[in-house]
T-cell receptor
């Protein structure tokens, strides 16, 4: 149980275009999802916390207008990288929690974004 | 604010040898502690967690970790390494009663030599 599906797994786009990444909880309802970014050989950096039916809470230094997060239902959150630039190239991972604080996060398999 | 320090960005062991991955945390209140494993180009998979109760926690794939409050540590161990254990390991902390956000350490890459 507690499967998180993330699509696409890889995407290559041209500079200036936008890319949407989907994160779905397949067998549970996730009131809260988290979006992380991971640079090569580094840890995960929390970008934002996505709450169903409300605006996402962004971490300090993360541009809200560049990284648009929508959590339209209890099973789907999307991250749109707008007007992508090469420096946005990274590994993006979503996660969802089943239960309250202290319960573990379940992660998607990540999306490798390459902006050319 | 909580933080996590993983000593050693790279650890190399021989197959069959003991695995010890170190994790120290900083938190003003009792934390929830987690170990995750990441294989190349994949998301993270939970190995084990500590919330309350017994301080020695057993996880999947033969891993275990012990919460030592006096040392603010949560080191991950496995008695005998297997080739399939080669991966990146992340320690993470969440503050009880806090923002529910997980803070990750920088990770330790485990290499298992035949």
């Amino acid at each position: 149980g507690a499967v998180v599906s993330q699509h696409p797994s890889r995407v290559i786009c041209k500079s200036g275009t936008s890319v949407k990444i989907e994160c779905r909880s397949l067998d549970f309802q996730a009131t809260t999802m988290f979006w992380y970014r991971q640079f090569p050989k580094q840890s995960l950096m929390l970008m934002a916390t996505s709450n169903e039916g409300s605006k996402a809470t962004y971490e300090q230094g993360v541009e809200k207008d560049k990284f648009l997060i929508n959590h339209a239902s209890l099973t789907l959150s999307t991250l749109t990288v707008t007007s992508a630039h090469p420096e946005d190239s990274s590994f993006y991972i979503c996660s969802a929690r089943v239960g309250l604080s202290g319960s573990p996060l379940h992660f998607g398999n990540g999306t490798r974004l390459t902006v050319t | 604010a909580q933080s996590v320090t993983q000593l050693g960005s790279h650890v190399s062991v021989s197959e069959g040898a003991l695995v010890l991955l170190r994790c120290n945390y900083s938190s003003s209140v009792p934390p929830y502690l987690f170990w995750y494993v990441q294989y190349p180009n994949q998301g993270l998979q939970l190995l084990l967690k500590y919330t309350t109760g017994a301080t020695l926690v057993k996880g999947i794939n033969g891993f275990e970790a012990e919460f030592k409050k006096s040392e603010t540590s949560f080191h991950l161990t496995k008695p005998s390494a297997h080739m399939s254990d080669a991966a990146e390991y992340f320690c993470a902390v969440e503050t009880q009663g806090g923002s529910e956000k997980l803070v990750f350490g920088k990770g330790t890459k485990l290499t298992v030599n035949p």
